[in-house]
């Protein structure tokens, strides 16, 4: 396996794919020196992608030949960006290319039932079209023109597809956050308008104690301070602040010695900031907020200290880091309560889309009923006219004249 300091020489491209789905490194270096000893790896991170499994497998097949593991080692941002890391496929193995081969026929084949799965709900339902450009989102990550062989086009798709997603993943989580939020204020309000005056004023105020309540925790250290990364080393590892050494707590909380701190590890060096402001058991604390503010915490730890934009803090950027004025400040992190997710025009627009929704569901439910009230009108005049139809019948049969009796002579002279 592929070690992480072998990625870390692939820039931001190939870094964005193997740091969300890599397991525990094995250091080619150590392997020389020592013999394999199987390791329990940790559960996988899911990436967040449609397509993760089929990166997944990809990935694991293109480490496992010698010549595009040896070229992945030593690839550099430029060689990435102009492709010229796709056209070692070509120098792949056969094995591992027949086995590409079948990997984009199944991913091929899981997206077009997934296209079906979806037509066929829209066929259940209203009736809608399906959307033409949304469907092709679903294939930009392999060429779908050639559905039978893996070739240099399909990894070139899928390491830009990935890079970009993984790059937009955040930005798409802070847009959710903030939809989220323009709503929850959104429903406190209409719920506020149900209310008579005396209720609507002991609501408002319960909502303010609230406000209050949250806002009123101890300071919280900005992330990557002085101050936050010795609160961790006495709080978490149990150490004395005074002998701190930022070489020792980054190997500390390297928790799977690959030279790096990733994303999630990082994230993990906050949770004693977030306790000073979020609890579960508060009724004044949304989880949801925080999460978002461990995703706010990460990010700016990243901008700092990530020079190089590999999306991984390095032994070297870190101590560089420490050695930087504001790594001393004593400045206190501003949260997210202090801090506007929206503003009131926003929630104005999202008010405004919601009424243009819901005009048009009510425009659509007139027109339904509308459709209904004509096809029952329909049926009745079908019914009204299936019922003549068969009165008709039945008196046509009930006046139609008996036939005449024919008399023979021989039973004329009998009767007389």
Known sequence: MVSSKALARCGLVLLSLWLCIHSVPISVE???DKPEVEELEPPQSDTGLHYDRYLREVIEYLEKDPHFREKLKNANMDDIKQGKLSKELDFVQHNFRTKLDELKR???????MLI???HDLLQEGNGNTLDHQALLKQFEHLNHMNPHTFEVEDLDRLIKSATKDLENYDKERHDEFKRYEI???HERRERLKTMNEEDRRKEEQHYEELKKKHANHPKVNHPGSEDQLKEVWQEADGLDPEDFEPKTFFKMHDSNGDGFLDESELEALFTKELEKVYNPANEEDDMVEMEEERLRMREHVMNEVDTNKDR???????????????FHEKEEWETLDQ?????????REYERQLATEENSINMK?????KQRED???KQEELNAQKLDLKQQDQLHQGSFPSPPVIYSEERHSSLQ
């Open 30 to 32: 150590k392997a020389k």
């Open 106 to 112: 199944e991913e091929m084949n899981r997206l077009r």
């Open 116 to 118: 079906k799965a979806k």
């Open 183 to 185: 709503m929850k204020e």
């Open 312 to 326: 991984l803090v390095s032994l070297n950027e870190f101590l560089a880091a420490t050695q930087k004025e504001e």
């Open 339 to 347: 801090n506007p997710i929206y503003t009131e025009e926003e929630l």
């Open 365 to 369: 439910a007139v027109e339904l009923q």
């Open 375 to 377: 096809l029952e009108r």
